[in-house]
């Protein structure tokens, strides 16, 4: 069982950066790979990255590539977004989740947290 209680997220203007934090409880941390999916209002929950369960192997959309990136720390039990460059687009909650795959598909993935707000204005 993981538990996952995201943070970070809030209001930004575009060109700005924000860091989001997932915090996980559970043992299985360490095993799991760790996903960021987001949502804004009206669409489909969409991936956004993706790392393994050691960090050697990442994933991103295409829509952010180059612009976020994902890492876990496992001795701490945490997986972060660094967002830079963010646009209006991004506004969504963003999600983050514990599965055994890491992949973009959101369906493998058993654990998610709450969600946390991003909202860019232009």
């Known amino acids: 069982q993981v538990q996952l209680v995201e943070s970070g997220g809030g209001l930004v203007q575009a060109g700005g950066s924000l860091t989001l934090s997932c915090a996980a409880s559970?043992?299985?941390?360490?095993?799991?790979?760790m996903g960021w999916f987001r949502q804004a209002p009206g669409k489909e929950r969409e991936f956004v990255a993706v790392?393994?369960?050691?960090?050697?192997?990442?994933n991103y959309a295409g829509s952010v590539q180059g612009r976020f990136t994902i890492s876990r720390d496992n001795a701490k039990n945490t997986v972060s977004l660094q967002m830079n460059s963010l646009k209006p687009e991004d506004t969504a909650v963003y999600y983050c989740?514990?599965?055994?795959?890491?992949?973009?598909?959101?369906?493998?993935?058993?654990?998610w947290g709450q969600g946390t707000q991003v909202t860019v204005s232009s």
């Open positions: 790392t393994d369960w050691s960090g050697g192997y990442t």
């Open positions: 559970g043992r299985a941390f360490a095993r799991n790979a």
């Open positions: 989740a514990a599965g055994v795959a890491a992949t973009a598909s959101r369906y493998p993935y058993q654990y």
